[in-house]
């Protein structure tokens, strides 16, 4: 073993040991957590878990952003068309009201359609984009993890990667990975700054500080690794983990259009001022 990564191996096992904190979820008291680093076998687990976590449910991106394009001005017009061929139709059986009324009702119905429909294709092409980009598909590359002797992956610099694990207090082999994070130096100018990505949470498991607490494991990493600040870009529609993401100290820094009428959202979190 290298003294190099005999040492890395020393203080990603100190960190573990911080990292095995407890907390029994409300849903299900017999079931508790604990946060790790990424290993191999969750390489789909991991996927599946981002990709879910932005489509499924009310609180998802998805669901947001479809219903922000049907409170649209365009939604409320195509609506009015097509309520008012609805009523020409039933109005009158002369053939050129009962066109008109063709006429609205297509006016009212297949552009919108159309629009939707590309909407809701350039969503999930993003987020086909994002699982199945370079740093979802090779999470030790991108995210600078190793092998340590003992075969497990652990962090090697300033990145790193973290799952959330359910287990089971009465069977402890009964394990589900139920949450991610991901800390990344790549996408950034300066080296002490980093980019938290790909935080996601399973469903049944939110509101129980996984997510806290995995960005306590980041930021912990962060602080020990002389970072001095961690940003982060969200959309608009991720109504949730921006709300989160305040309430956990980041702050705004930045805001544009980047997709349809959604806004990015950069954020930016000083380590020196965090309290996590
Ligand atoms: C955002 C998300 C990660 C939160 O996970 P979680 O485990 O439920 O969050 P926690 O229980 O650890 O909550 C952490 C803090 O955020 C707040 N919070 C979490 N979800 C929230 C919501 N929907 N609305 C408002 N506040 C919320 C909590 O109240 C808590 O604050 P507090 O400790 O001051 O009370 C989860 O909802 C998720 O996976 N969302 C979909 C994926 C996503 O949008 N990822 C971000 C991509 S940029």
Not at 82 to 91: A, K, P, R
Not at 202 to 207: F, M
Not at 209 to 228: C, D, V
Request: glycine letters at 6%.
């Amino acid at each position: 073993m290298s003294p190099t990564v005999a040492a890395q191996e020393k203080v990603a096992h100190a960190a573990f040991q911080k990292l095995t904190i407890s907390i029994q979820t409300t849903s299900n008291p017999l079931r508790a957590i604990r946060i790790r680093y990424y290993q191999d076998s969750d390489a789909q687990v991991v996927r599946t878990l981002f990709k879910t976590a932005l489509c499924d449910g009310p609180d998802s991106a998805r669901y947001h952003l479809c219903r922000s394009e049907l409170k649209t001005l365009r939604a409320i017009g195509s609506l009015a068309l097509f309520i008012l061929g609805i009523g020409l139709y039933i109005s009158s059986s002369a053939l050129q009201t009962q066109l008109a009324a063709y006429l609205f009702i297509v006016m009212g119905t297949v552009p919108f359609s159309i629009y939707f429909a590309r909407t809701y294709a350039a969503f999930m092409a993003f987020v086909n984009g994002s699982i199945n980009g370079p740093d979802m598909v090779d999470v030790p590359k991108s995210y600078g993890m190793i092998r340590g002797p003992n075969s497990d992956l652990i962090p090697y610099g300033k990145n790193a990667f973290w799952v959330a694990e359910a287990y089971s207090l009465e069977d402890p082999s009964s394990v589900e990975v139920v949450g991610c994070v991901g800390l990344d130096i790549s996408t950034s100018a300066g080296d002490d700054n980093a980019e938290l990505r790909r935080l996601a949470v399973s469903e049944n498991y939110r509101g129980n500080g996984i997510a806290r607490s995995l960005i306590i494991a980041l930021m912990t990493h962060a602080r020990e690794n002389g970072l001095k600040s961690v940003y982060l870009r969200t959309s608009s529609s991720n109504i949730g983990a921006l709300r989160a993401y305040k309430k956990m100290g980041w702050v705004v820094e930045q805001e544009f259009v980047e997709f349809k009428n959604m806004f990015t959202h950069v954020l930016n979190l000083e380590v020196a001022n965090s309290v996590l």
